[in-house]
């Protein structure tokens, strides 16, 4: 069972930047997402990243953030910029057998715990 670990979340005023780490516990070769969700709603997919490292952005989120991984460490990232009051939740990675254009939760099997990202005005 691959296990998740997401980090580097937090406060910041709006207009900051964060950024989030997953550690994954074995090397993978799959989809790597990042989700969000805010309270009530589903969550929803921000950024992927595939084996071949074609990235794919949420409208919200294209221009700000970035998502990225290290083969070597097994650590994907996202690097959000200019961060909006929007883009606060709770952040979850998470691994799918592909990466492919409007995914949903249902299409990843493994996720991580989340980590909380708060923005302020």
């Known amino acids: 069972q691959v296990q998740l670990v997401e980090s580097g979340g937090g406060s910041v005023q709006a207009g900051g930047s964060l950024s989030l780490s997953c550690a994954i516990s074995?090397?993978?070769?799959?989809?790597m997402a990042w989700f969000r969700q805010t309270p009530g709603n589903e969550r929803e997919a921000v950024a992927s990243?595939?084996?071949?490292?074609?990235?794919r952005y949420a409208d919200s989120a294209k221009g700000r953030f970035t998502i990225a991984k290290d083969n070597a460490k097994n650590i994907v990232y996202l690097h959000m910029n200019s961060l909006k009051v929007e883009d606060s939740g709770v952040y979850y990675c998470?691994?799918?057998?592909?990466?492919?254009?409007?995914?949903?939760?249902?299409?990843?099997?493994?996720w991580g715990q989340g980590t909380q990202v708060t923005v302020s005005s």
């Open positions: 998470a691994r799918g057998p592909l990466c492919f254009a409007h995914m949903t939760p249902s299409n990843f099997h493994d």
């Open positions: 074995t090397y993978s070769t799959r989809c």
């Open positions: 990243i595939d084996s071949t490292g074609r990235e």
